[in-house]
């Protein structure tokens, strides 16, 4: 049935949404740190790391859209997980070590 096929690619809890598409990118976003952060974790097959990326860019601008509309003067900072430190389920992103995009942009640029 339809209702079993989508309840095997999408799990909804309270603070959040974990979901597989057809092209091999599963994406998971969460409310973590008593409602402060919004999580963002992707993963891929190999071969499908431009869908990933491209799956990854909507998102973005789909939380940021939000967060202008419903709290414009919330000041937003996004930031990269050490990758050694990824551990899921993260409840206390503020005690990572994270790394600002806005740096890691301007050392690229």
């Not at 096929?5 to 974990?18: E, Y």
């Not at 997980?81 to 899921?88: A, F, G, K, R, V």
């Amino acid at each position: 049935s339809t209702e079993n096929k989508l309840h095997r690619r999408c799990t909804i809890w309270t603070s959040g949404i974990l979901w597989k598409d057809t092209r091999g990118v599963e994406s998971l976003v969460e409310l973590v740190d008593n409602s402060q952060c919004i999580l963002l974790l992707m993963s891929c097959q190999v071969g499908s790391e431009q869908n990933m990326l491209r799956l990854c860019k909507d998102l973005l601008c789909e939380i940021l859209s939000l967060q202008h509309q419903l709290c414009p003067s919330l000041k937003l900072q996004e930031f990269v997980i050490e990758p050694s430190q990824l551990q899921y389920p993260i409840q206390k992103p503020s005690t990572l070590t994270l790394y600002d995009i806005e740096l890691i942009a301007s050392c690229i640029i």
